[in-house]
């Protein structure tokens, strides 16, 4: 019965422009409304971009009263929202409990969590990049999300929403599914979408196919030459992190140490790679020049 009931909630909604909605709106959903439709229309004018438009809604529904009301102000206008792109975004900021307590630890039940998902459903399906991340993370087998919402792990269903996410230009769903599938030890897979990662994390993600061939893990060759071609390219990538390029770093400086793995030796490049390393805070690397008692 309570989801015939959200699903009649939902048809009417969607049924009735907000103007001309059959519900009676409290006066804090009149002030929202009324500055909502002042908002969305400086943006279609131009004269404010999306960061203060964004702003300027979070702030209106901070005078909205009650947390029902908030929902319905958000439900009613789930187009409009949708259309400047910050539908998720203002949905995500309020399931973070600044405005809905989703999970309640004293009941452990979900509060309103039809709702909730309904909303980053409809942004998911209207091409919102993070909703589909989002909801991918909900099928996943190793997150805490699921339970939250009597979810079922689906690989199939991860799958679909994270690879949906990477389309949509989601900086880490490549390779999280790349992990995903290593840890299947799929590793062809693994391979494939580790070589699609475009962020901050690529040099990361080529360190980890380089790995893979090195060992010639499961379905996947070994091939020494492929190895090293991709530890080149991660240490030498251009748009990653530091701290994503420190274990191709070293990898790199270790075999040309000691002259292996079809690196010819190379002492003196070798120490200053790992000169520049913050080797502190990565133990391979501080255990490596113990172990070989290598003086800067």
């Not at 251009?238 to 994503?244: A, E, I, V, Y």
Request: glycine share 4%; aromatic share 12%.
């Amino acid at each position: 019965m309570k989801h015939i009931r959200i699903i009649i909630v939902t048809i009417l909604l969607s049924s009735f422009s907000v103007h001309n909605s059959l519900f009676a709106q409290s006066s804090s959903e009149q002030r929202f409304q009324n500055k909502l439709n002042q908002t969305l229309e400086k943006n279609k004018k131009g004269l404010i971009d999306y960061d203060t438009t964004f702003k300027e809604i979070w702030s209106h529904l901070q005078f909205v009263s009650k947390e029902k009301e908030k929902l319905n102000c958000v439900n009613n206008n789930r187009k409009a929202l949708q259309e400047v792109d910050v539908l998720y975004p203002i949905y995500k900021a309020m399931r973070e409990g600044r405005y809905i307590p989703v999970y309640n630890p004293i009941t452990e039940k979900c509060n309103d969590c039809e709702i909730s998902l309904g909303l980053v459903k409809y942004a998911a399906n209207s091409g919102n990049a993070d909703a589909n991340w989002y909801l991918g993370l909900l099928y996943d087998s190793t997150s805490r999300f699921h339970s939250d919402f009597n979810f079922k792990p689906d690989f199939q269903k991860f799958q679909d929403y994270l690879s949906k996410a990477h389309q949509l230009g989601h900086n880490e769903a490549a390779i999280v599914l790349a992990n995903a599938f290593r840890n299947k030890q799929k590793y062809s897979k693994a391979v494939e979408w580790y070589v699609k990662v475009k962020s901050h994390l690529r040099s990361q993600a080529l360190t980890s196919v380089s790995v893979i061939y090195r060992e010639g893990k499961g379905d996947v060759v070994k091939d020494q030459k492929t190895a090293n071609d991709y530890l080149v390219a991660a240490v030498n990538d251009k748009g990653s992190d530091p701290s994503s390029k420190e274990y191709a770093q070293f990898l790199y400086a270790k075999y040309l140490y000691l002259g292996i793995e079809g690196f010819n030796k190379d002492v003196q490049t070798a120490k200053k790679i790992l000169q520049a390393l913050n080797y502190k805070e990565d133990y391979s690397a501080e255990k490596f020049i113990k172990e070989h008692n290598i003086k800067f």
